[in-house]
T-cell receptor, first 120, second 114 residues
Framework: GAVVSQHPSRVICKSGTSVKIECRSL??????MFWYRQFPKKSLMLMAT?????????EQGVEKDKFLINHASLTLSTLTVTSAHPEDSSFYIC????????????????FGSGTRLTVV | AQSVAQPEDQVNVAEGNPLTVKCTYS??????LFWYVQYPNRGLQFLLK??????LVKGSYGFEAEFNKSQTSFHLKKPSALVSDSALYFC????????????FGTGTQLKVEL
């Protein structure tokens, strides 16, 4: 089945540094990838939608200069948290969209295993 | 705008008993509905989805869900719960022709006890 590899699974960084999270679709091409942030015991908050070869679309309230998203190929999207601060500590999850068969109903989503970011 | 409600933060059930996790939705078009499960510090795993057709959808690990258009609900069910089913469950909706974004409910923590 479709697999999305996300790494690192866990990262601790110092305040003020930048951290890059990678999300790869291993056996399919993902024209669209979504990046979510999840707070403890809370739902997923969509941060941005990235389409291969174009600029990401950010949700309202998400700082695009702080959360840099790059989707340079059909199998790789990256999220870089720049100048990280303790309040950026969270669980970040990517999701790759894929179409199996014809019709918009066959649109599916495969999620990465998440990255636990701790900024100290 | 589309939205999803999961009215219960937590559901407790004894192993072997049937379980239900509730979900209602609000959309302006035809909904595509999904259920996902999340284990601690992991991503979301797909359980099942409703696109069209039969209102009763069967999914992974013995789970099923019933699409009820008149009640705008898509409750997740399982006839006999297992301790290993204990996890966080999310309902999500995508609107046909409304882009590809999923809107998630707030999640329901399921706890299955011996």
């Amino acid at each position: 089945g479709a697999v999305v590899s996300q790494h690192p699974s866990r990262v601790i960084c110092k305040s003020g540094t930048s951290v890059k999270i990678e999300c790869r679709s291993l056996d399919f091409q993902a024209t669209t990838m979504f990046w979510y942030r999840q707070f403890p015991k809370k739902s997923l908050m969509l941060m941005a939608t990235s389409n291969e070869g174009s600029k990401a679309t950010y949700e309202q309230g998400v700082e695009k200069d702080k959360f840099l998203i790059n989707h340079a190929s059909l199998t790789l999207s990256t999220l870089t948290v720049t100048s990280a601060h303790p309040e950026d500590s969270s669980f970040y999850i990517c999701s790759a969209a894929r179409v199996s068969g014809t019709g918009t109903g066959n649109y599916g989503y495969t999620f990465g295993s998440g990255t636990r970011l701790t900024v100290v | 705008a589309q939205s999803v409600a999961q009215p219960e933060d937590q559901v407790n059930v004894a192993e072997g008993n049937p379980l239900t996790v509730k979900c209602t939705y609000s959309v302006s078009g035809n909904p595509y509905l999904f259920w996902y499960v999340q284990y601690p510090n992991r991503g979301l795993q797909f359980l099942l989805k409703y696109i069209t057709g039969d209102n009763l959808v069967k999914g992974s690990y013995g789970f099923e869900a019933e699409f009820n258009k008149s009640q705008t609900s898509f409750h997740l069910k399982k006839p006999s719960a297992l301790v290993s089913d204990s996890a966080l469950y999310f309902c999500a909706v995508r609107v046909a022709g409304g882009g590809n974004k999923l809107t998630f409910g707030t999640g329901t923590q399921l706890k299955v006890e011996l």
